[in-house]
C-alpha cells in the first residue's frame, strides 16, 4: 500500500485526459493504488432531494453495474451531506467503508463512497483530500458532458422543466469569509415560473428572486425573458435600479406578461444592501440572539411588466452580522403551503447550515401538498456574517 500524499497535480492531470464522463474512474485509479481500495463510488443527489445515484468505477476486467438509485431520507449518506463530516463504519468483508462528502464552496455535489482493508487517520485524511479533489473536477467536467446532469433526473423532464432549470445557477449554494448562501426550489407538476440567481463579485453579492406568471411554458418563456434581462443588465455593470428598468422594459417590449422580483446588491465591506421590490413577497430576518423571526417590510413598485408611470424604487437595507435573511416566493405561502408555519421552522432552524435550512423548509412545503405542488415553492436563505477584518500592514 502506497500511503504517500495526494498529488494533487497529478490526478487533475490524469483527470484531464481521461474522457470528461470517467472523473470517478480516475479517482478511484488513484486510491486503489496507494490504497488499495477494493470498490470506489460516487453518489449524487437527484433534482428532487430525494434520491442518490451511484455511480461505481469498477476495477480493470470488472464489469460495470447499472446504476443504482438509493432513498436519501433517512440514510447515512443524508447524514454526511448535511453534516459535512466523514462517516467510517465495518463493511461486510470486515474492512472498512468510508464515506467523505464531495462539496465545492458549500455546494453538496454528492459522496464519495469507498472500501478498503485498511483506514487509519492518514488514509481518512486521503480519502477526504480524494472527495475534494472530485469536487474541482466534477465541477469542470460536467461542461463536457451530460452524465450527471441526465443522472439527477429520476422523474420524466417536461419541456417547462428544462428550461427552468437551465435557468438556475449551476450551484444552489456559495460560502464566502462575509457570507453563506444556498437556495432551493421546488417546481410544481406544470411549473410556475420561479427562478433565483446570485454572483459575487469582488466588493458585492447580487441577489435575485423572481416569479413569473402563469404555469408551464408560458411561465417558463417569460422567466427566460426576465432572467437574460437581468443577468444582461448586470454583467453591464448595472445596479439593481437599472437591472430592474430593463427586465421590465423586456416584457413590456414583447408583451409576455409580467413577473414579480426582488433584486439585492449587497455590499462585502459594510453589509449594505440595495434592494429592489417589484411587487413581491416580504422577506423574513432573523437577527442574531433574536428569537423573533421578522417579515422586513419593504416599499413596493409593480411587477416587472405592468405598465406604470411610477418608477422603481431603489430601497436600502442594513445587515448585521449574525442576520438570516429568507428571500422567498409566494409557493412558499399560499394554498397547501399555507399549512406550514415558516417563521416557526426559521427560527428551529436557526443553527443549520443554509443549505440544510433551505431543504427542511421546502420538504415542509412539499408535505403540505402532498407531493402535488400548484405553484412553484423557492426559497433562498442569507446568513451574514460581516465585512473580513482588513489585513495587517506589512
Known amino acids: 500500500m502506497d500511503g504517500r500524499d495526494?498529488?494533487?497535480?497529478?490526478?487533475?492531470?490524469a483527470a484531464e485526459s481521461a474522457p470528461p464522463g470517467e472523473s470517478?474512474?480516475?479517482?478511484?485509479?488513484?486510491?486503489?493504488?496507494?490504497?488499495?481500495?477494493?470498490?470506489?463510488?460516487?453518489?449524487?443527489?437527484?433534482?428532487?432531494?430525494?434520491q442518490l445515484l451511484r455511480l461505481s468505477a469498477p476495477a480493470e476486467g470488472e464489469a460495470t453495474d447499472a446504476a443504482e438509485r438509493l432513498d436519501l431520507r433517512g440514510s447515512v449518506y443524508e447524514a454526511v451531506l448535511r453534516?459535512?463530516?466523514?462517516?467510517?463504519?465495518?463493511?461486510?468483508?470486515?474492512?472498512?467503508?468510508?464515506?467523505?462528502?464531495?462539496?465545492?464552496?458549500?455546494?453538496?455535489?454528492?459522496?464519495?463512497?469507498v472500501s478498503l482493508q485498511y483506514a487509519d487517520d492518514v488514509v481518512l485524511g486521503q480519502i477526504r483530500e480524494a472527495a475534494h479533489a472530485l469536487a474541482y473536477i466534477i465541477v469542470t467536467d460536467r461542461r463536457f458532458t451530460d452524465l450527471y446532469h441526465a443522472g439527477r433526473r429520476t422523474t420524466r423532464t417536461s419541456l417547462a422543466a428544462e428550461i427552468q432549470?437551465?435557468?438556475?445557477?449551476?450551484?444552489?449554494?456559495?460560502?464566502?469569509?462575509?457570507?453563506?448562501?444556498?437556495?432551493?426550489?421546488?417546481?410544481?407538476?406544470?411549473?410556475?415560473?420561479?427562478t433565483y440567481d446570485y454572483t459575487l463579485d469582488h466588493d458585492a453579492?447580487?441577489?435575485s428572486i423572481t416569479d413569473a406568471m402563469g404555469h408551464d411554458t408560458d411561465s417558463a418563456l417569460l422567466a427566460t425573458l426576465v432572467m437574460a434581462a437581468l443577468r444582461g443588465a448586470r454583467r453591464s455593470g448595472c445596479d439593481a435600479l437599472e437591472q430592474a428598468r430593463r427586465a421590465h422594459e423586456a416584457l413590456l417590449a414583447h408583451n409576455r406578461g409580467l413577473a414579480t422580483g426582488q433584486l439585492l446588491c449587497v455590499r462585502l465591506e459594510t453589509g449594505t444592501c440595495e434592494l429592489i421590490n417589484a411587487g413581491h413577497p416580504w422577506p423574513l430576518r432573523l437577527r442574531a440572539g433574536s428569537a423573533e423571526v421578522e417579515e422586513v417590510e419593504l416599499a413596493i413598485n409593480l411587477p416587472f411588466g405592468v405598465a406604470s408611470p411610477a418608477p422603481y424604487r431603489l430601497?436600502?437595507?442594513?445587515?448585521?452580522?449574525?442576520?438570516?435573511?429568507?428571500?422567498?416566493?409566494d409557493g412558499m405561502q399560499e394554498r397547501g403551503a399555507s399549512a406550514v408555519d415558516l417563521a416557526s421552522l426559521v427560527r428551529e432552524t436557526r443553527t443549520l447550515h443554509p443549505r440544510e435550512a433551505v431543504r427542511t423548509l421546502t420538504t415542509a412545503v412539499l408535505d403540505a401538498c402532498r407531493g402535488n405542488l400548484k405553484d412553484d415553492?423557492?426559497?433562498?436563505?442569507?446568513?451574514?456574517?460581516?465585512?473580513?477584518?482588513p489585513a495587517p500592514d506589512a
Open 83 to 113: 453534516d459535512q463530516r466523514q462517516h467510517v463504519e465495518p463493511d461486510r468483508q470486515g474492512g472498512r467503508r468510508v464515506i467523505s462528502p464531495v462539496t465545492n464552496r458549500g455546494d453538496c455535489i454528492g459522496v464519495l463512497e
Open 377 to 389: 415553492a423557492t426559497v433562498m436563505i442569507l446568513d451574514w456574517h460581516g465585512p473580513t477584518e
Open 6 to 13: 495526494l498529488e494533487l497535480g497529478e490526478l487533475l492531470a
Open 315 to 329: 430601497q436600502e437595507l442594513q445587515l448585521s452580522p449574525g442576520d438570516r435573511l429568507v428571500l422567498l416566493t
Open 165 to 194: 432549470h437551465q435557468l438556475l445557477p449551476s450551484a444552489s449554494c456559495c460560502e464566502a469569509p462575509q457570507f453563506t448562501l444556498a437556495a432551493g426550489l421546488v417546481p410544481a407538476d406544470d411549473i410556475g415560473g420561479d
Open 205 to 207: 453579492l447580487h441577489l
Open 24 to 50: 470517478v474512474g480516475v479517482i478511484a485509479h488513484d486510491l486503489r493504488k496507494r490504497f488499495g481500495a477494493d470498490r470506489v463510488s460516487f453518489l449524487f443527489v437527484d433534482l428532487m432531494e430525494q
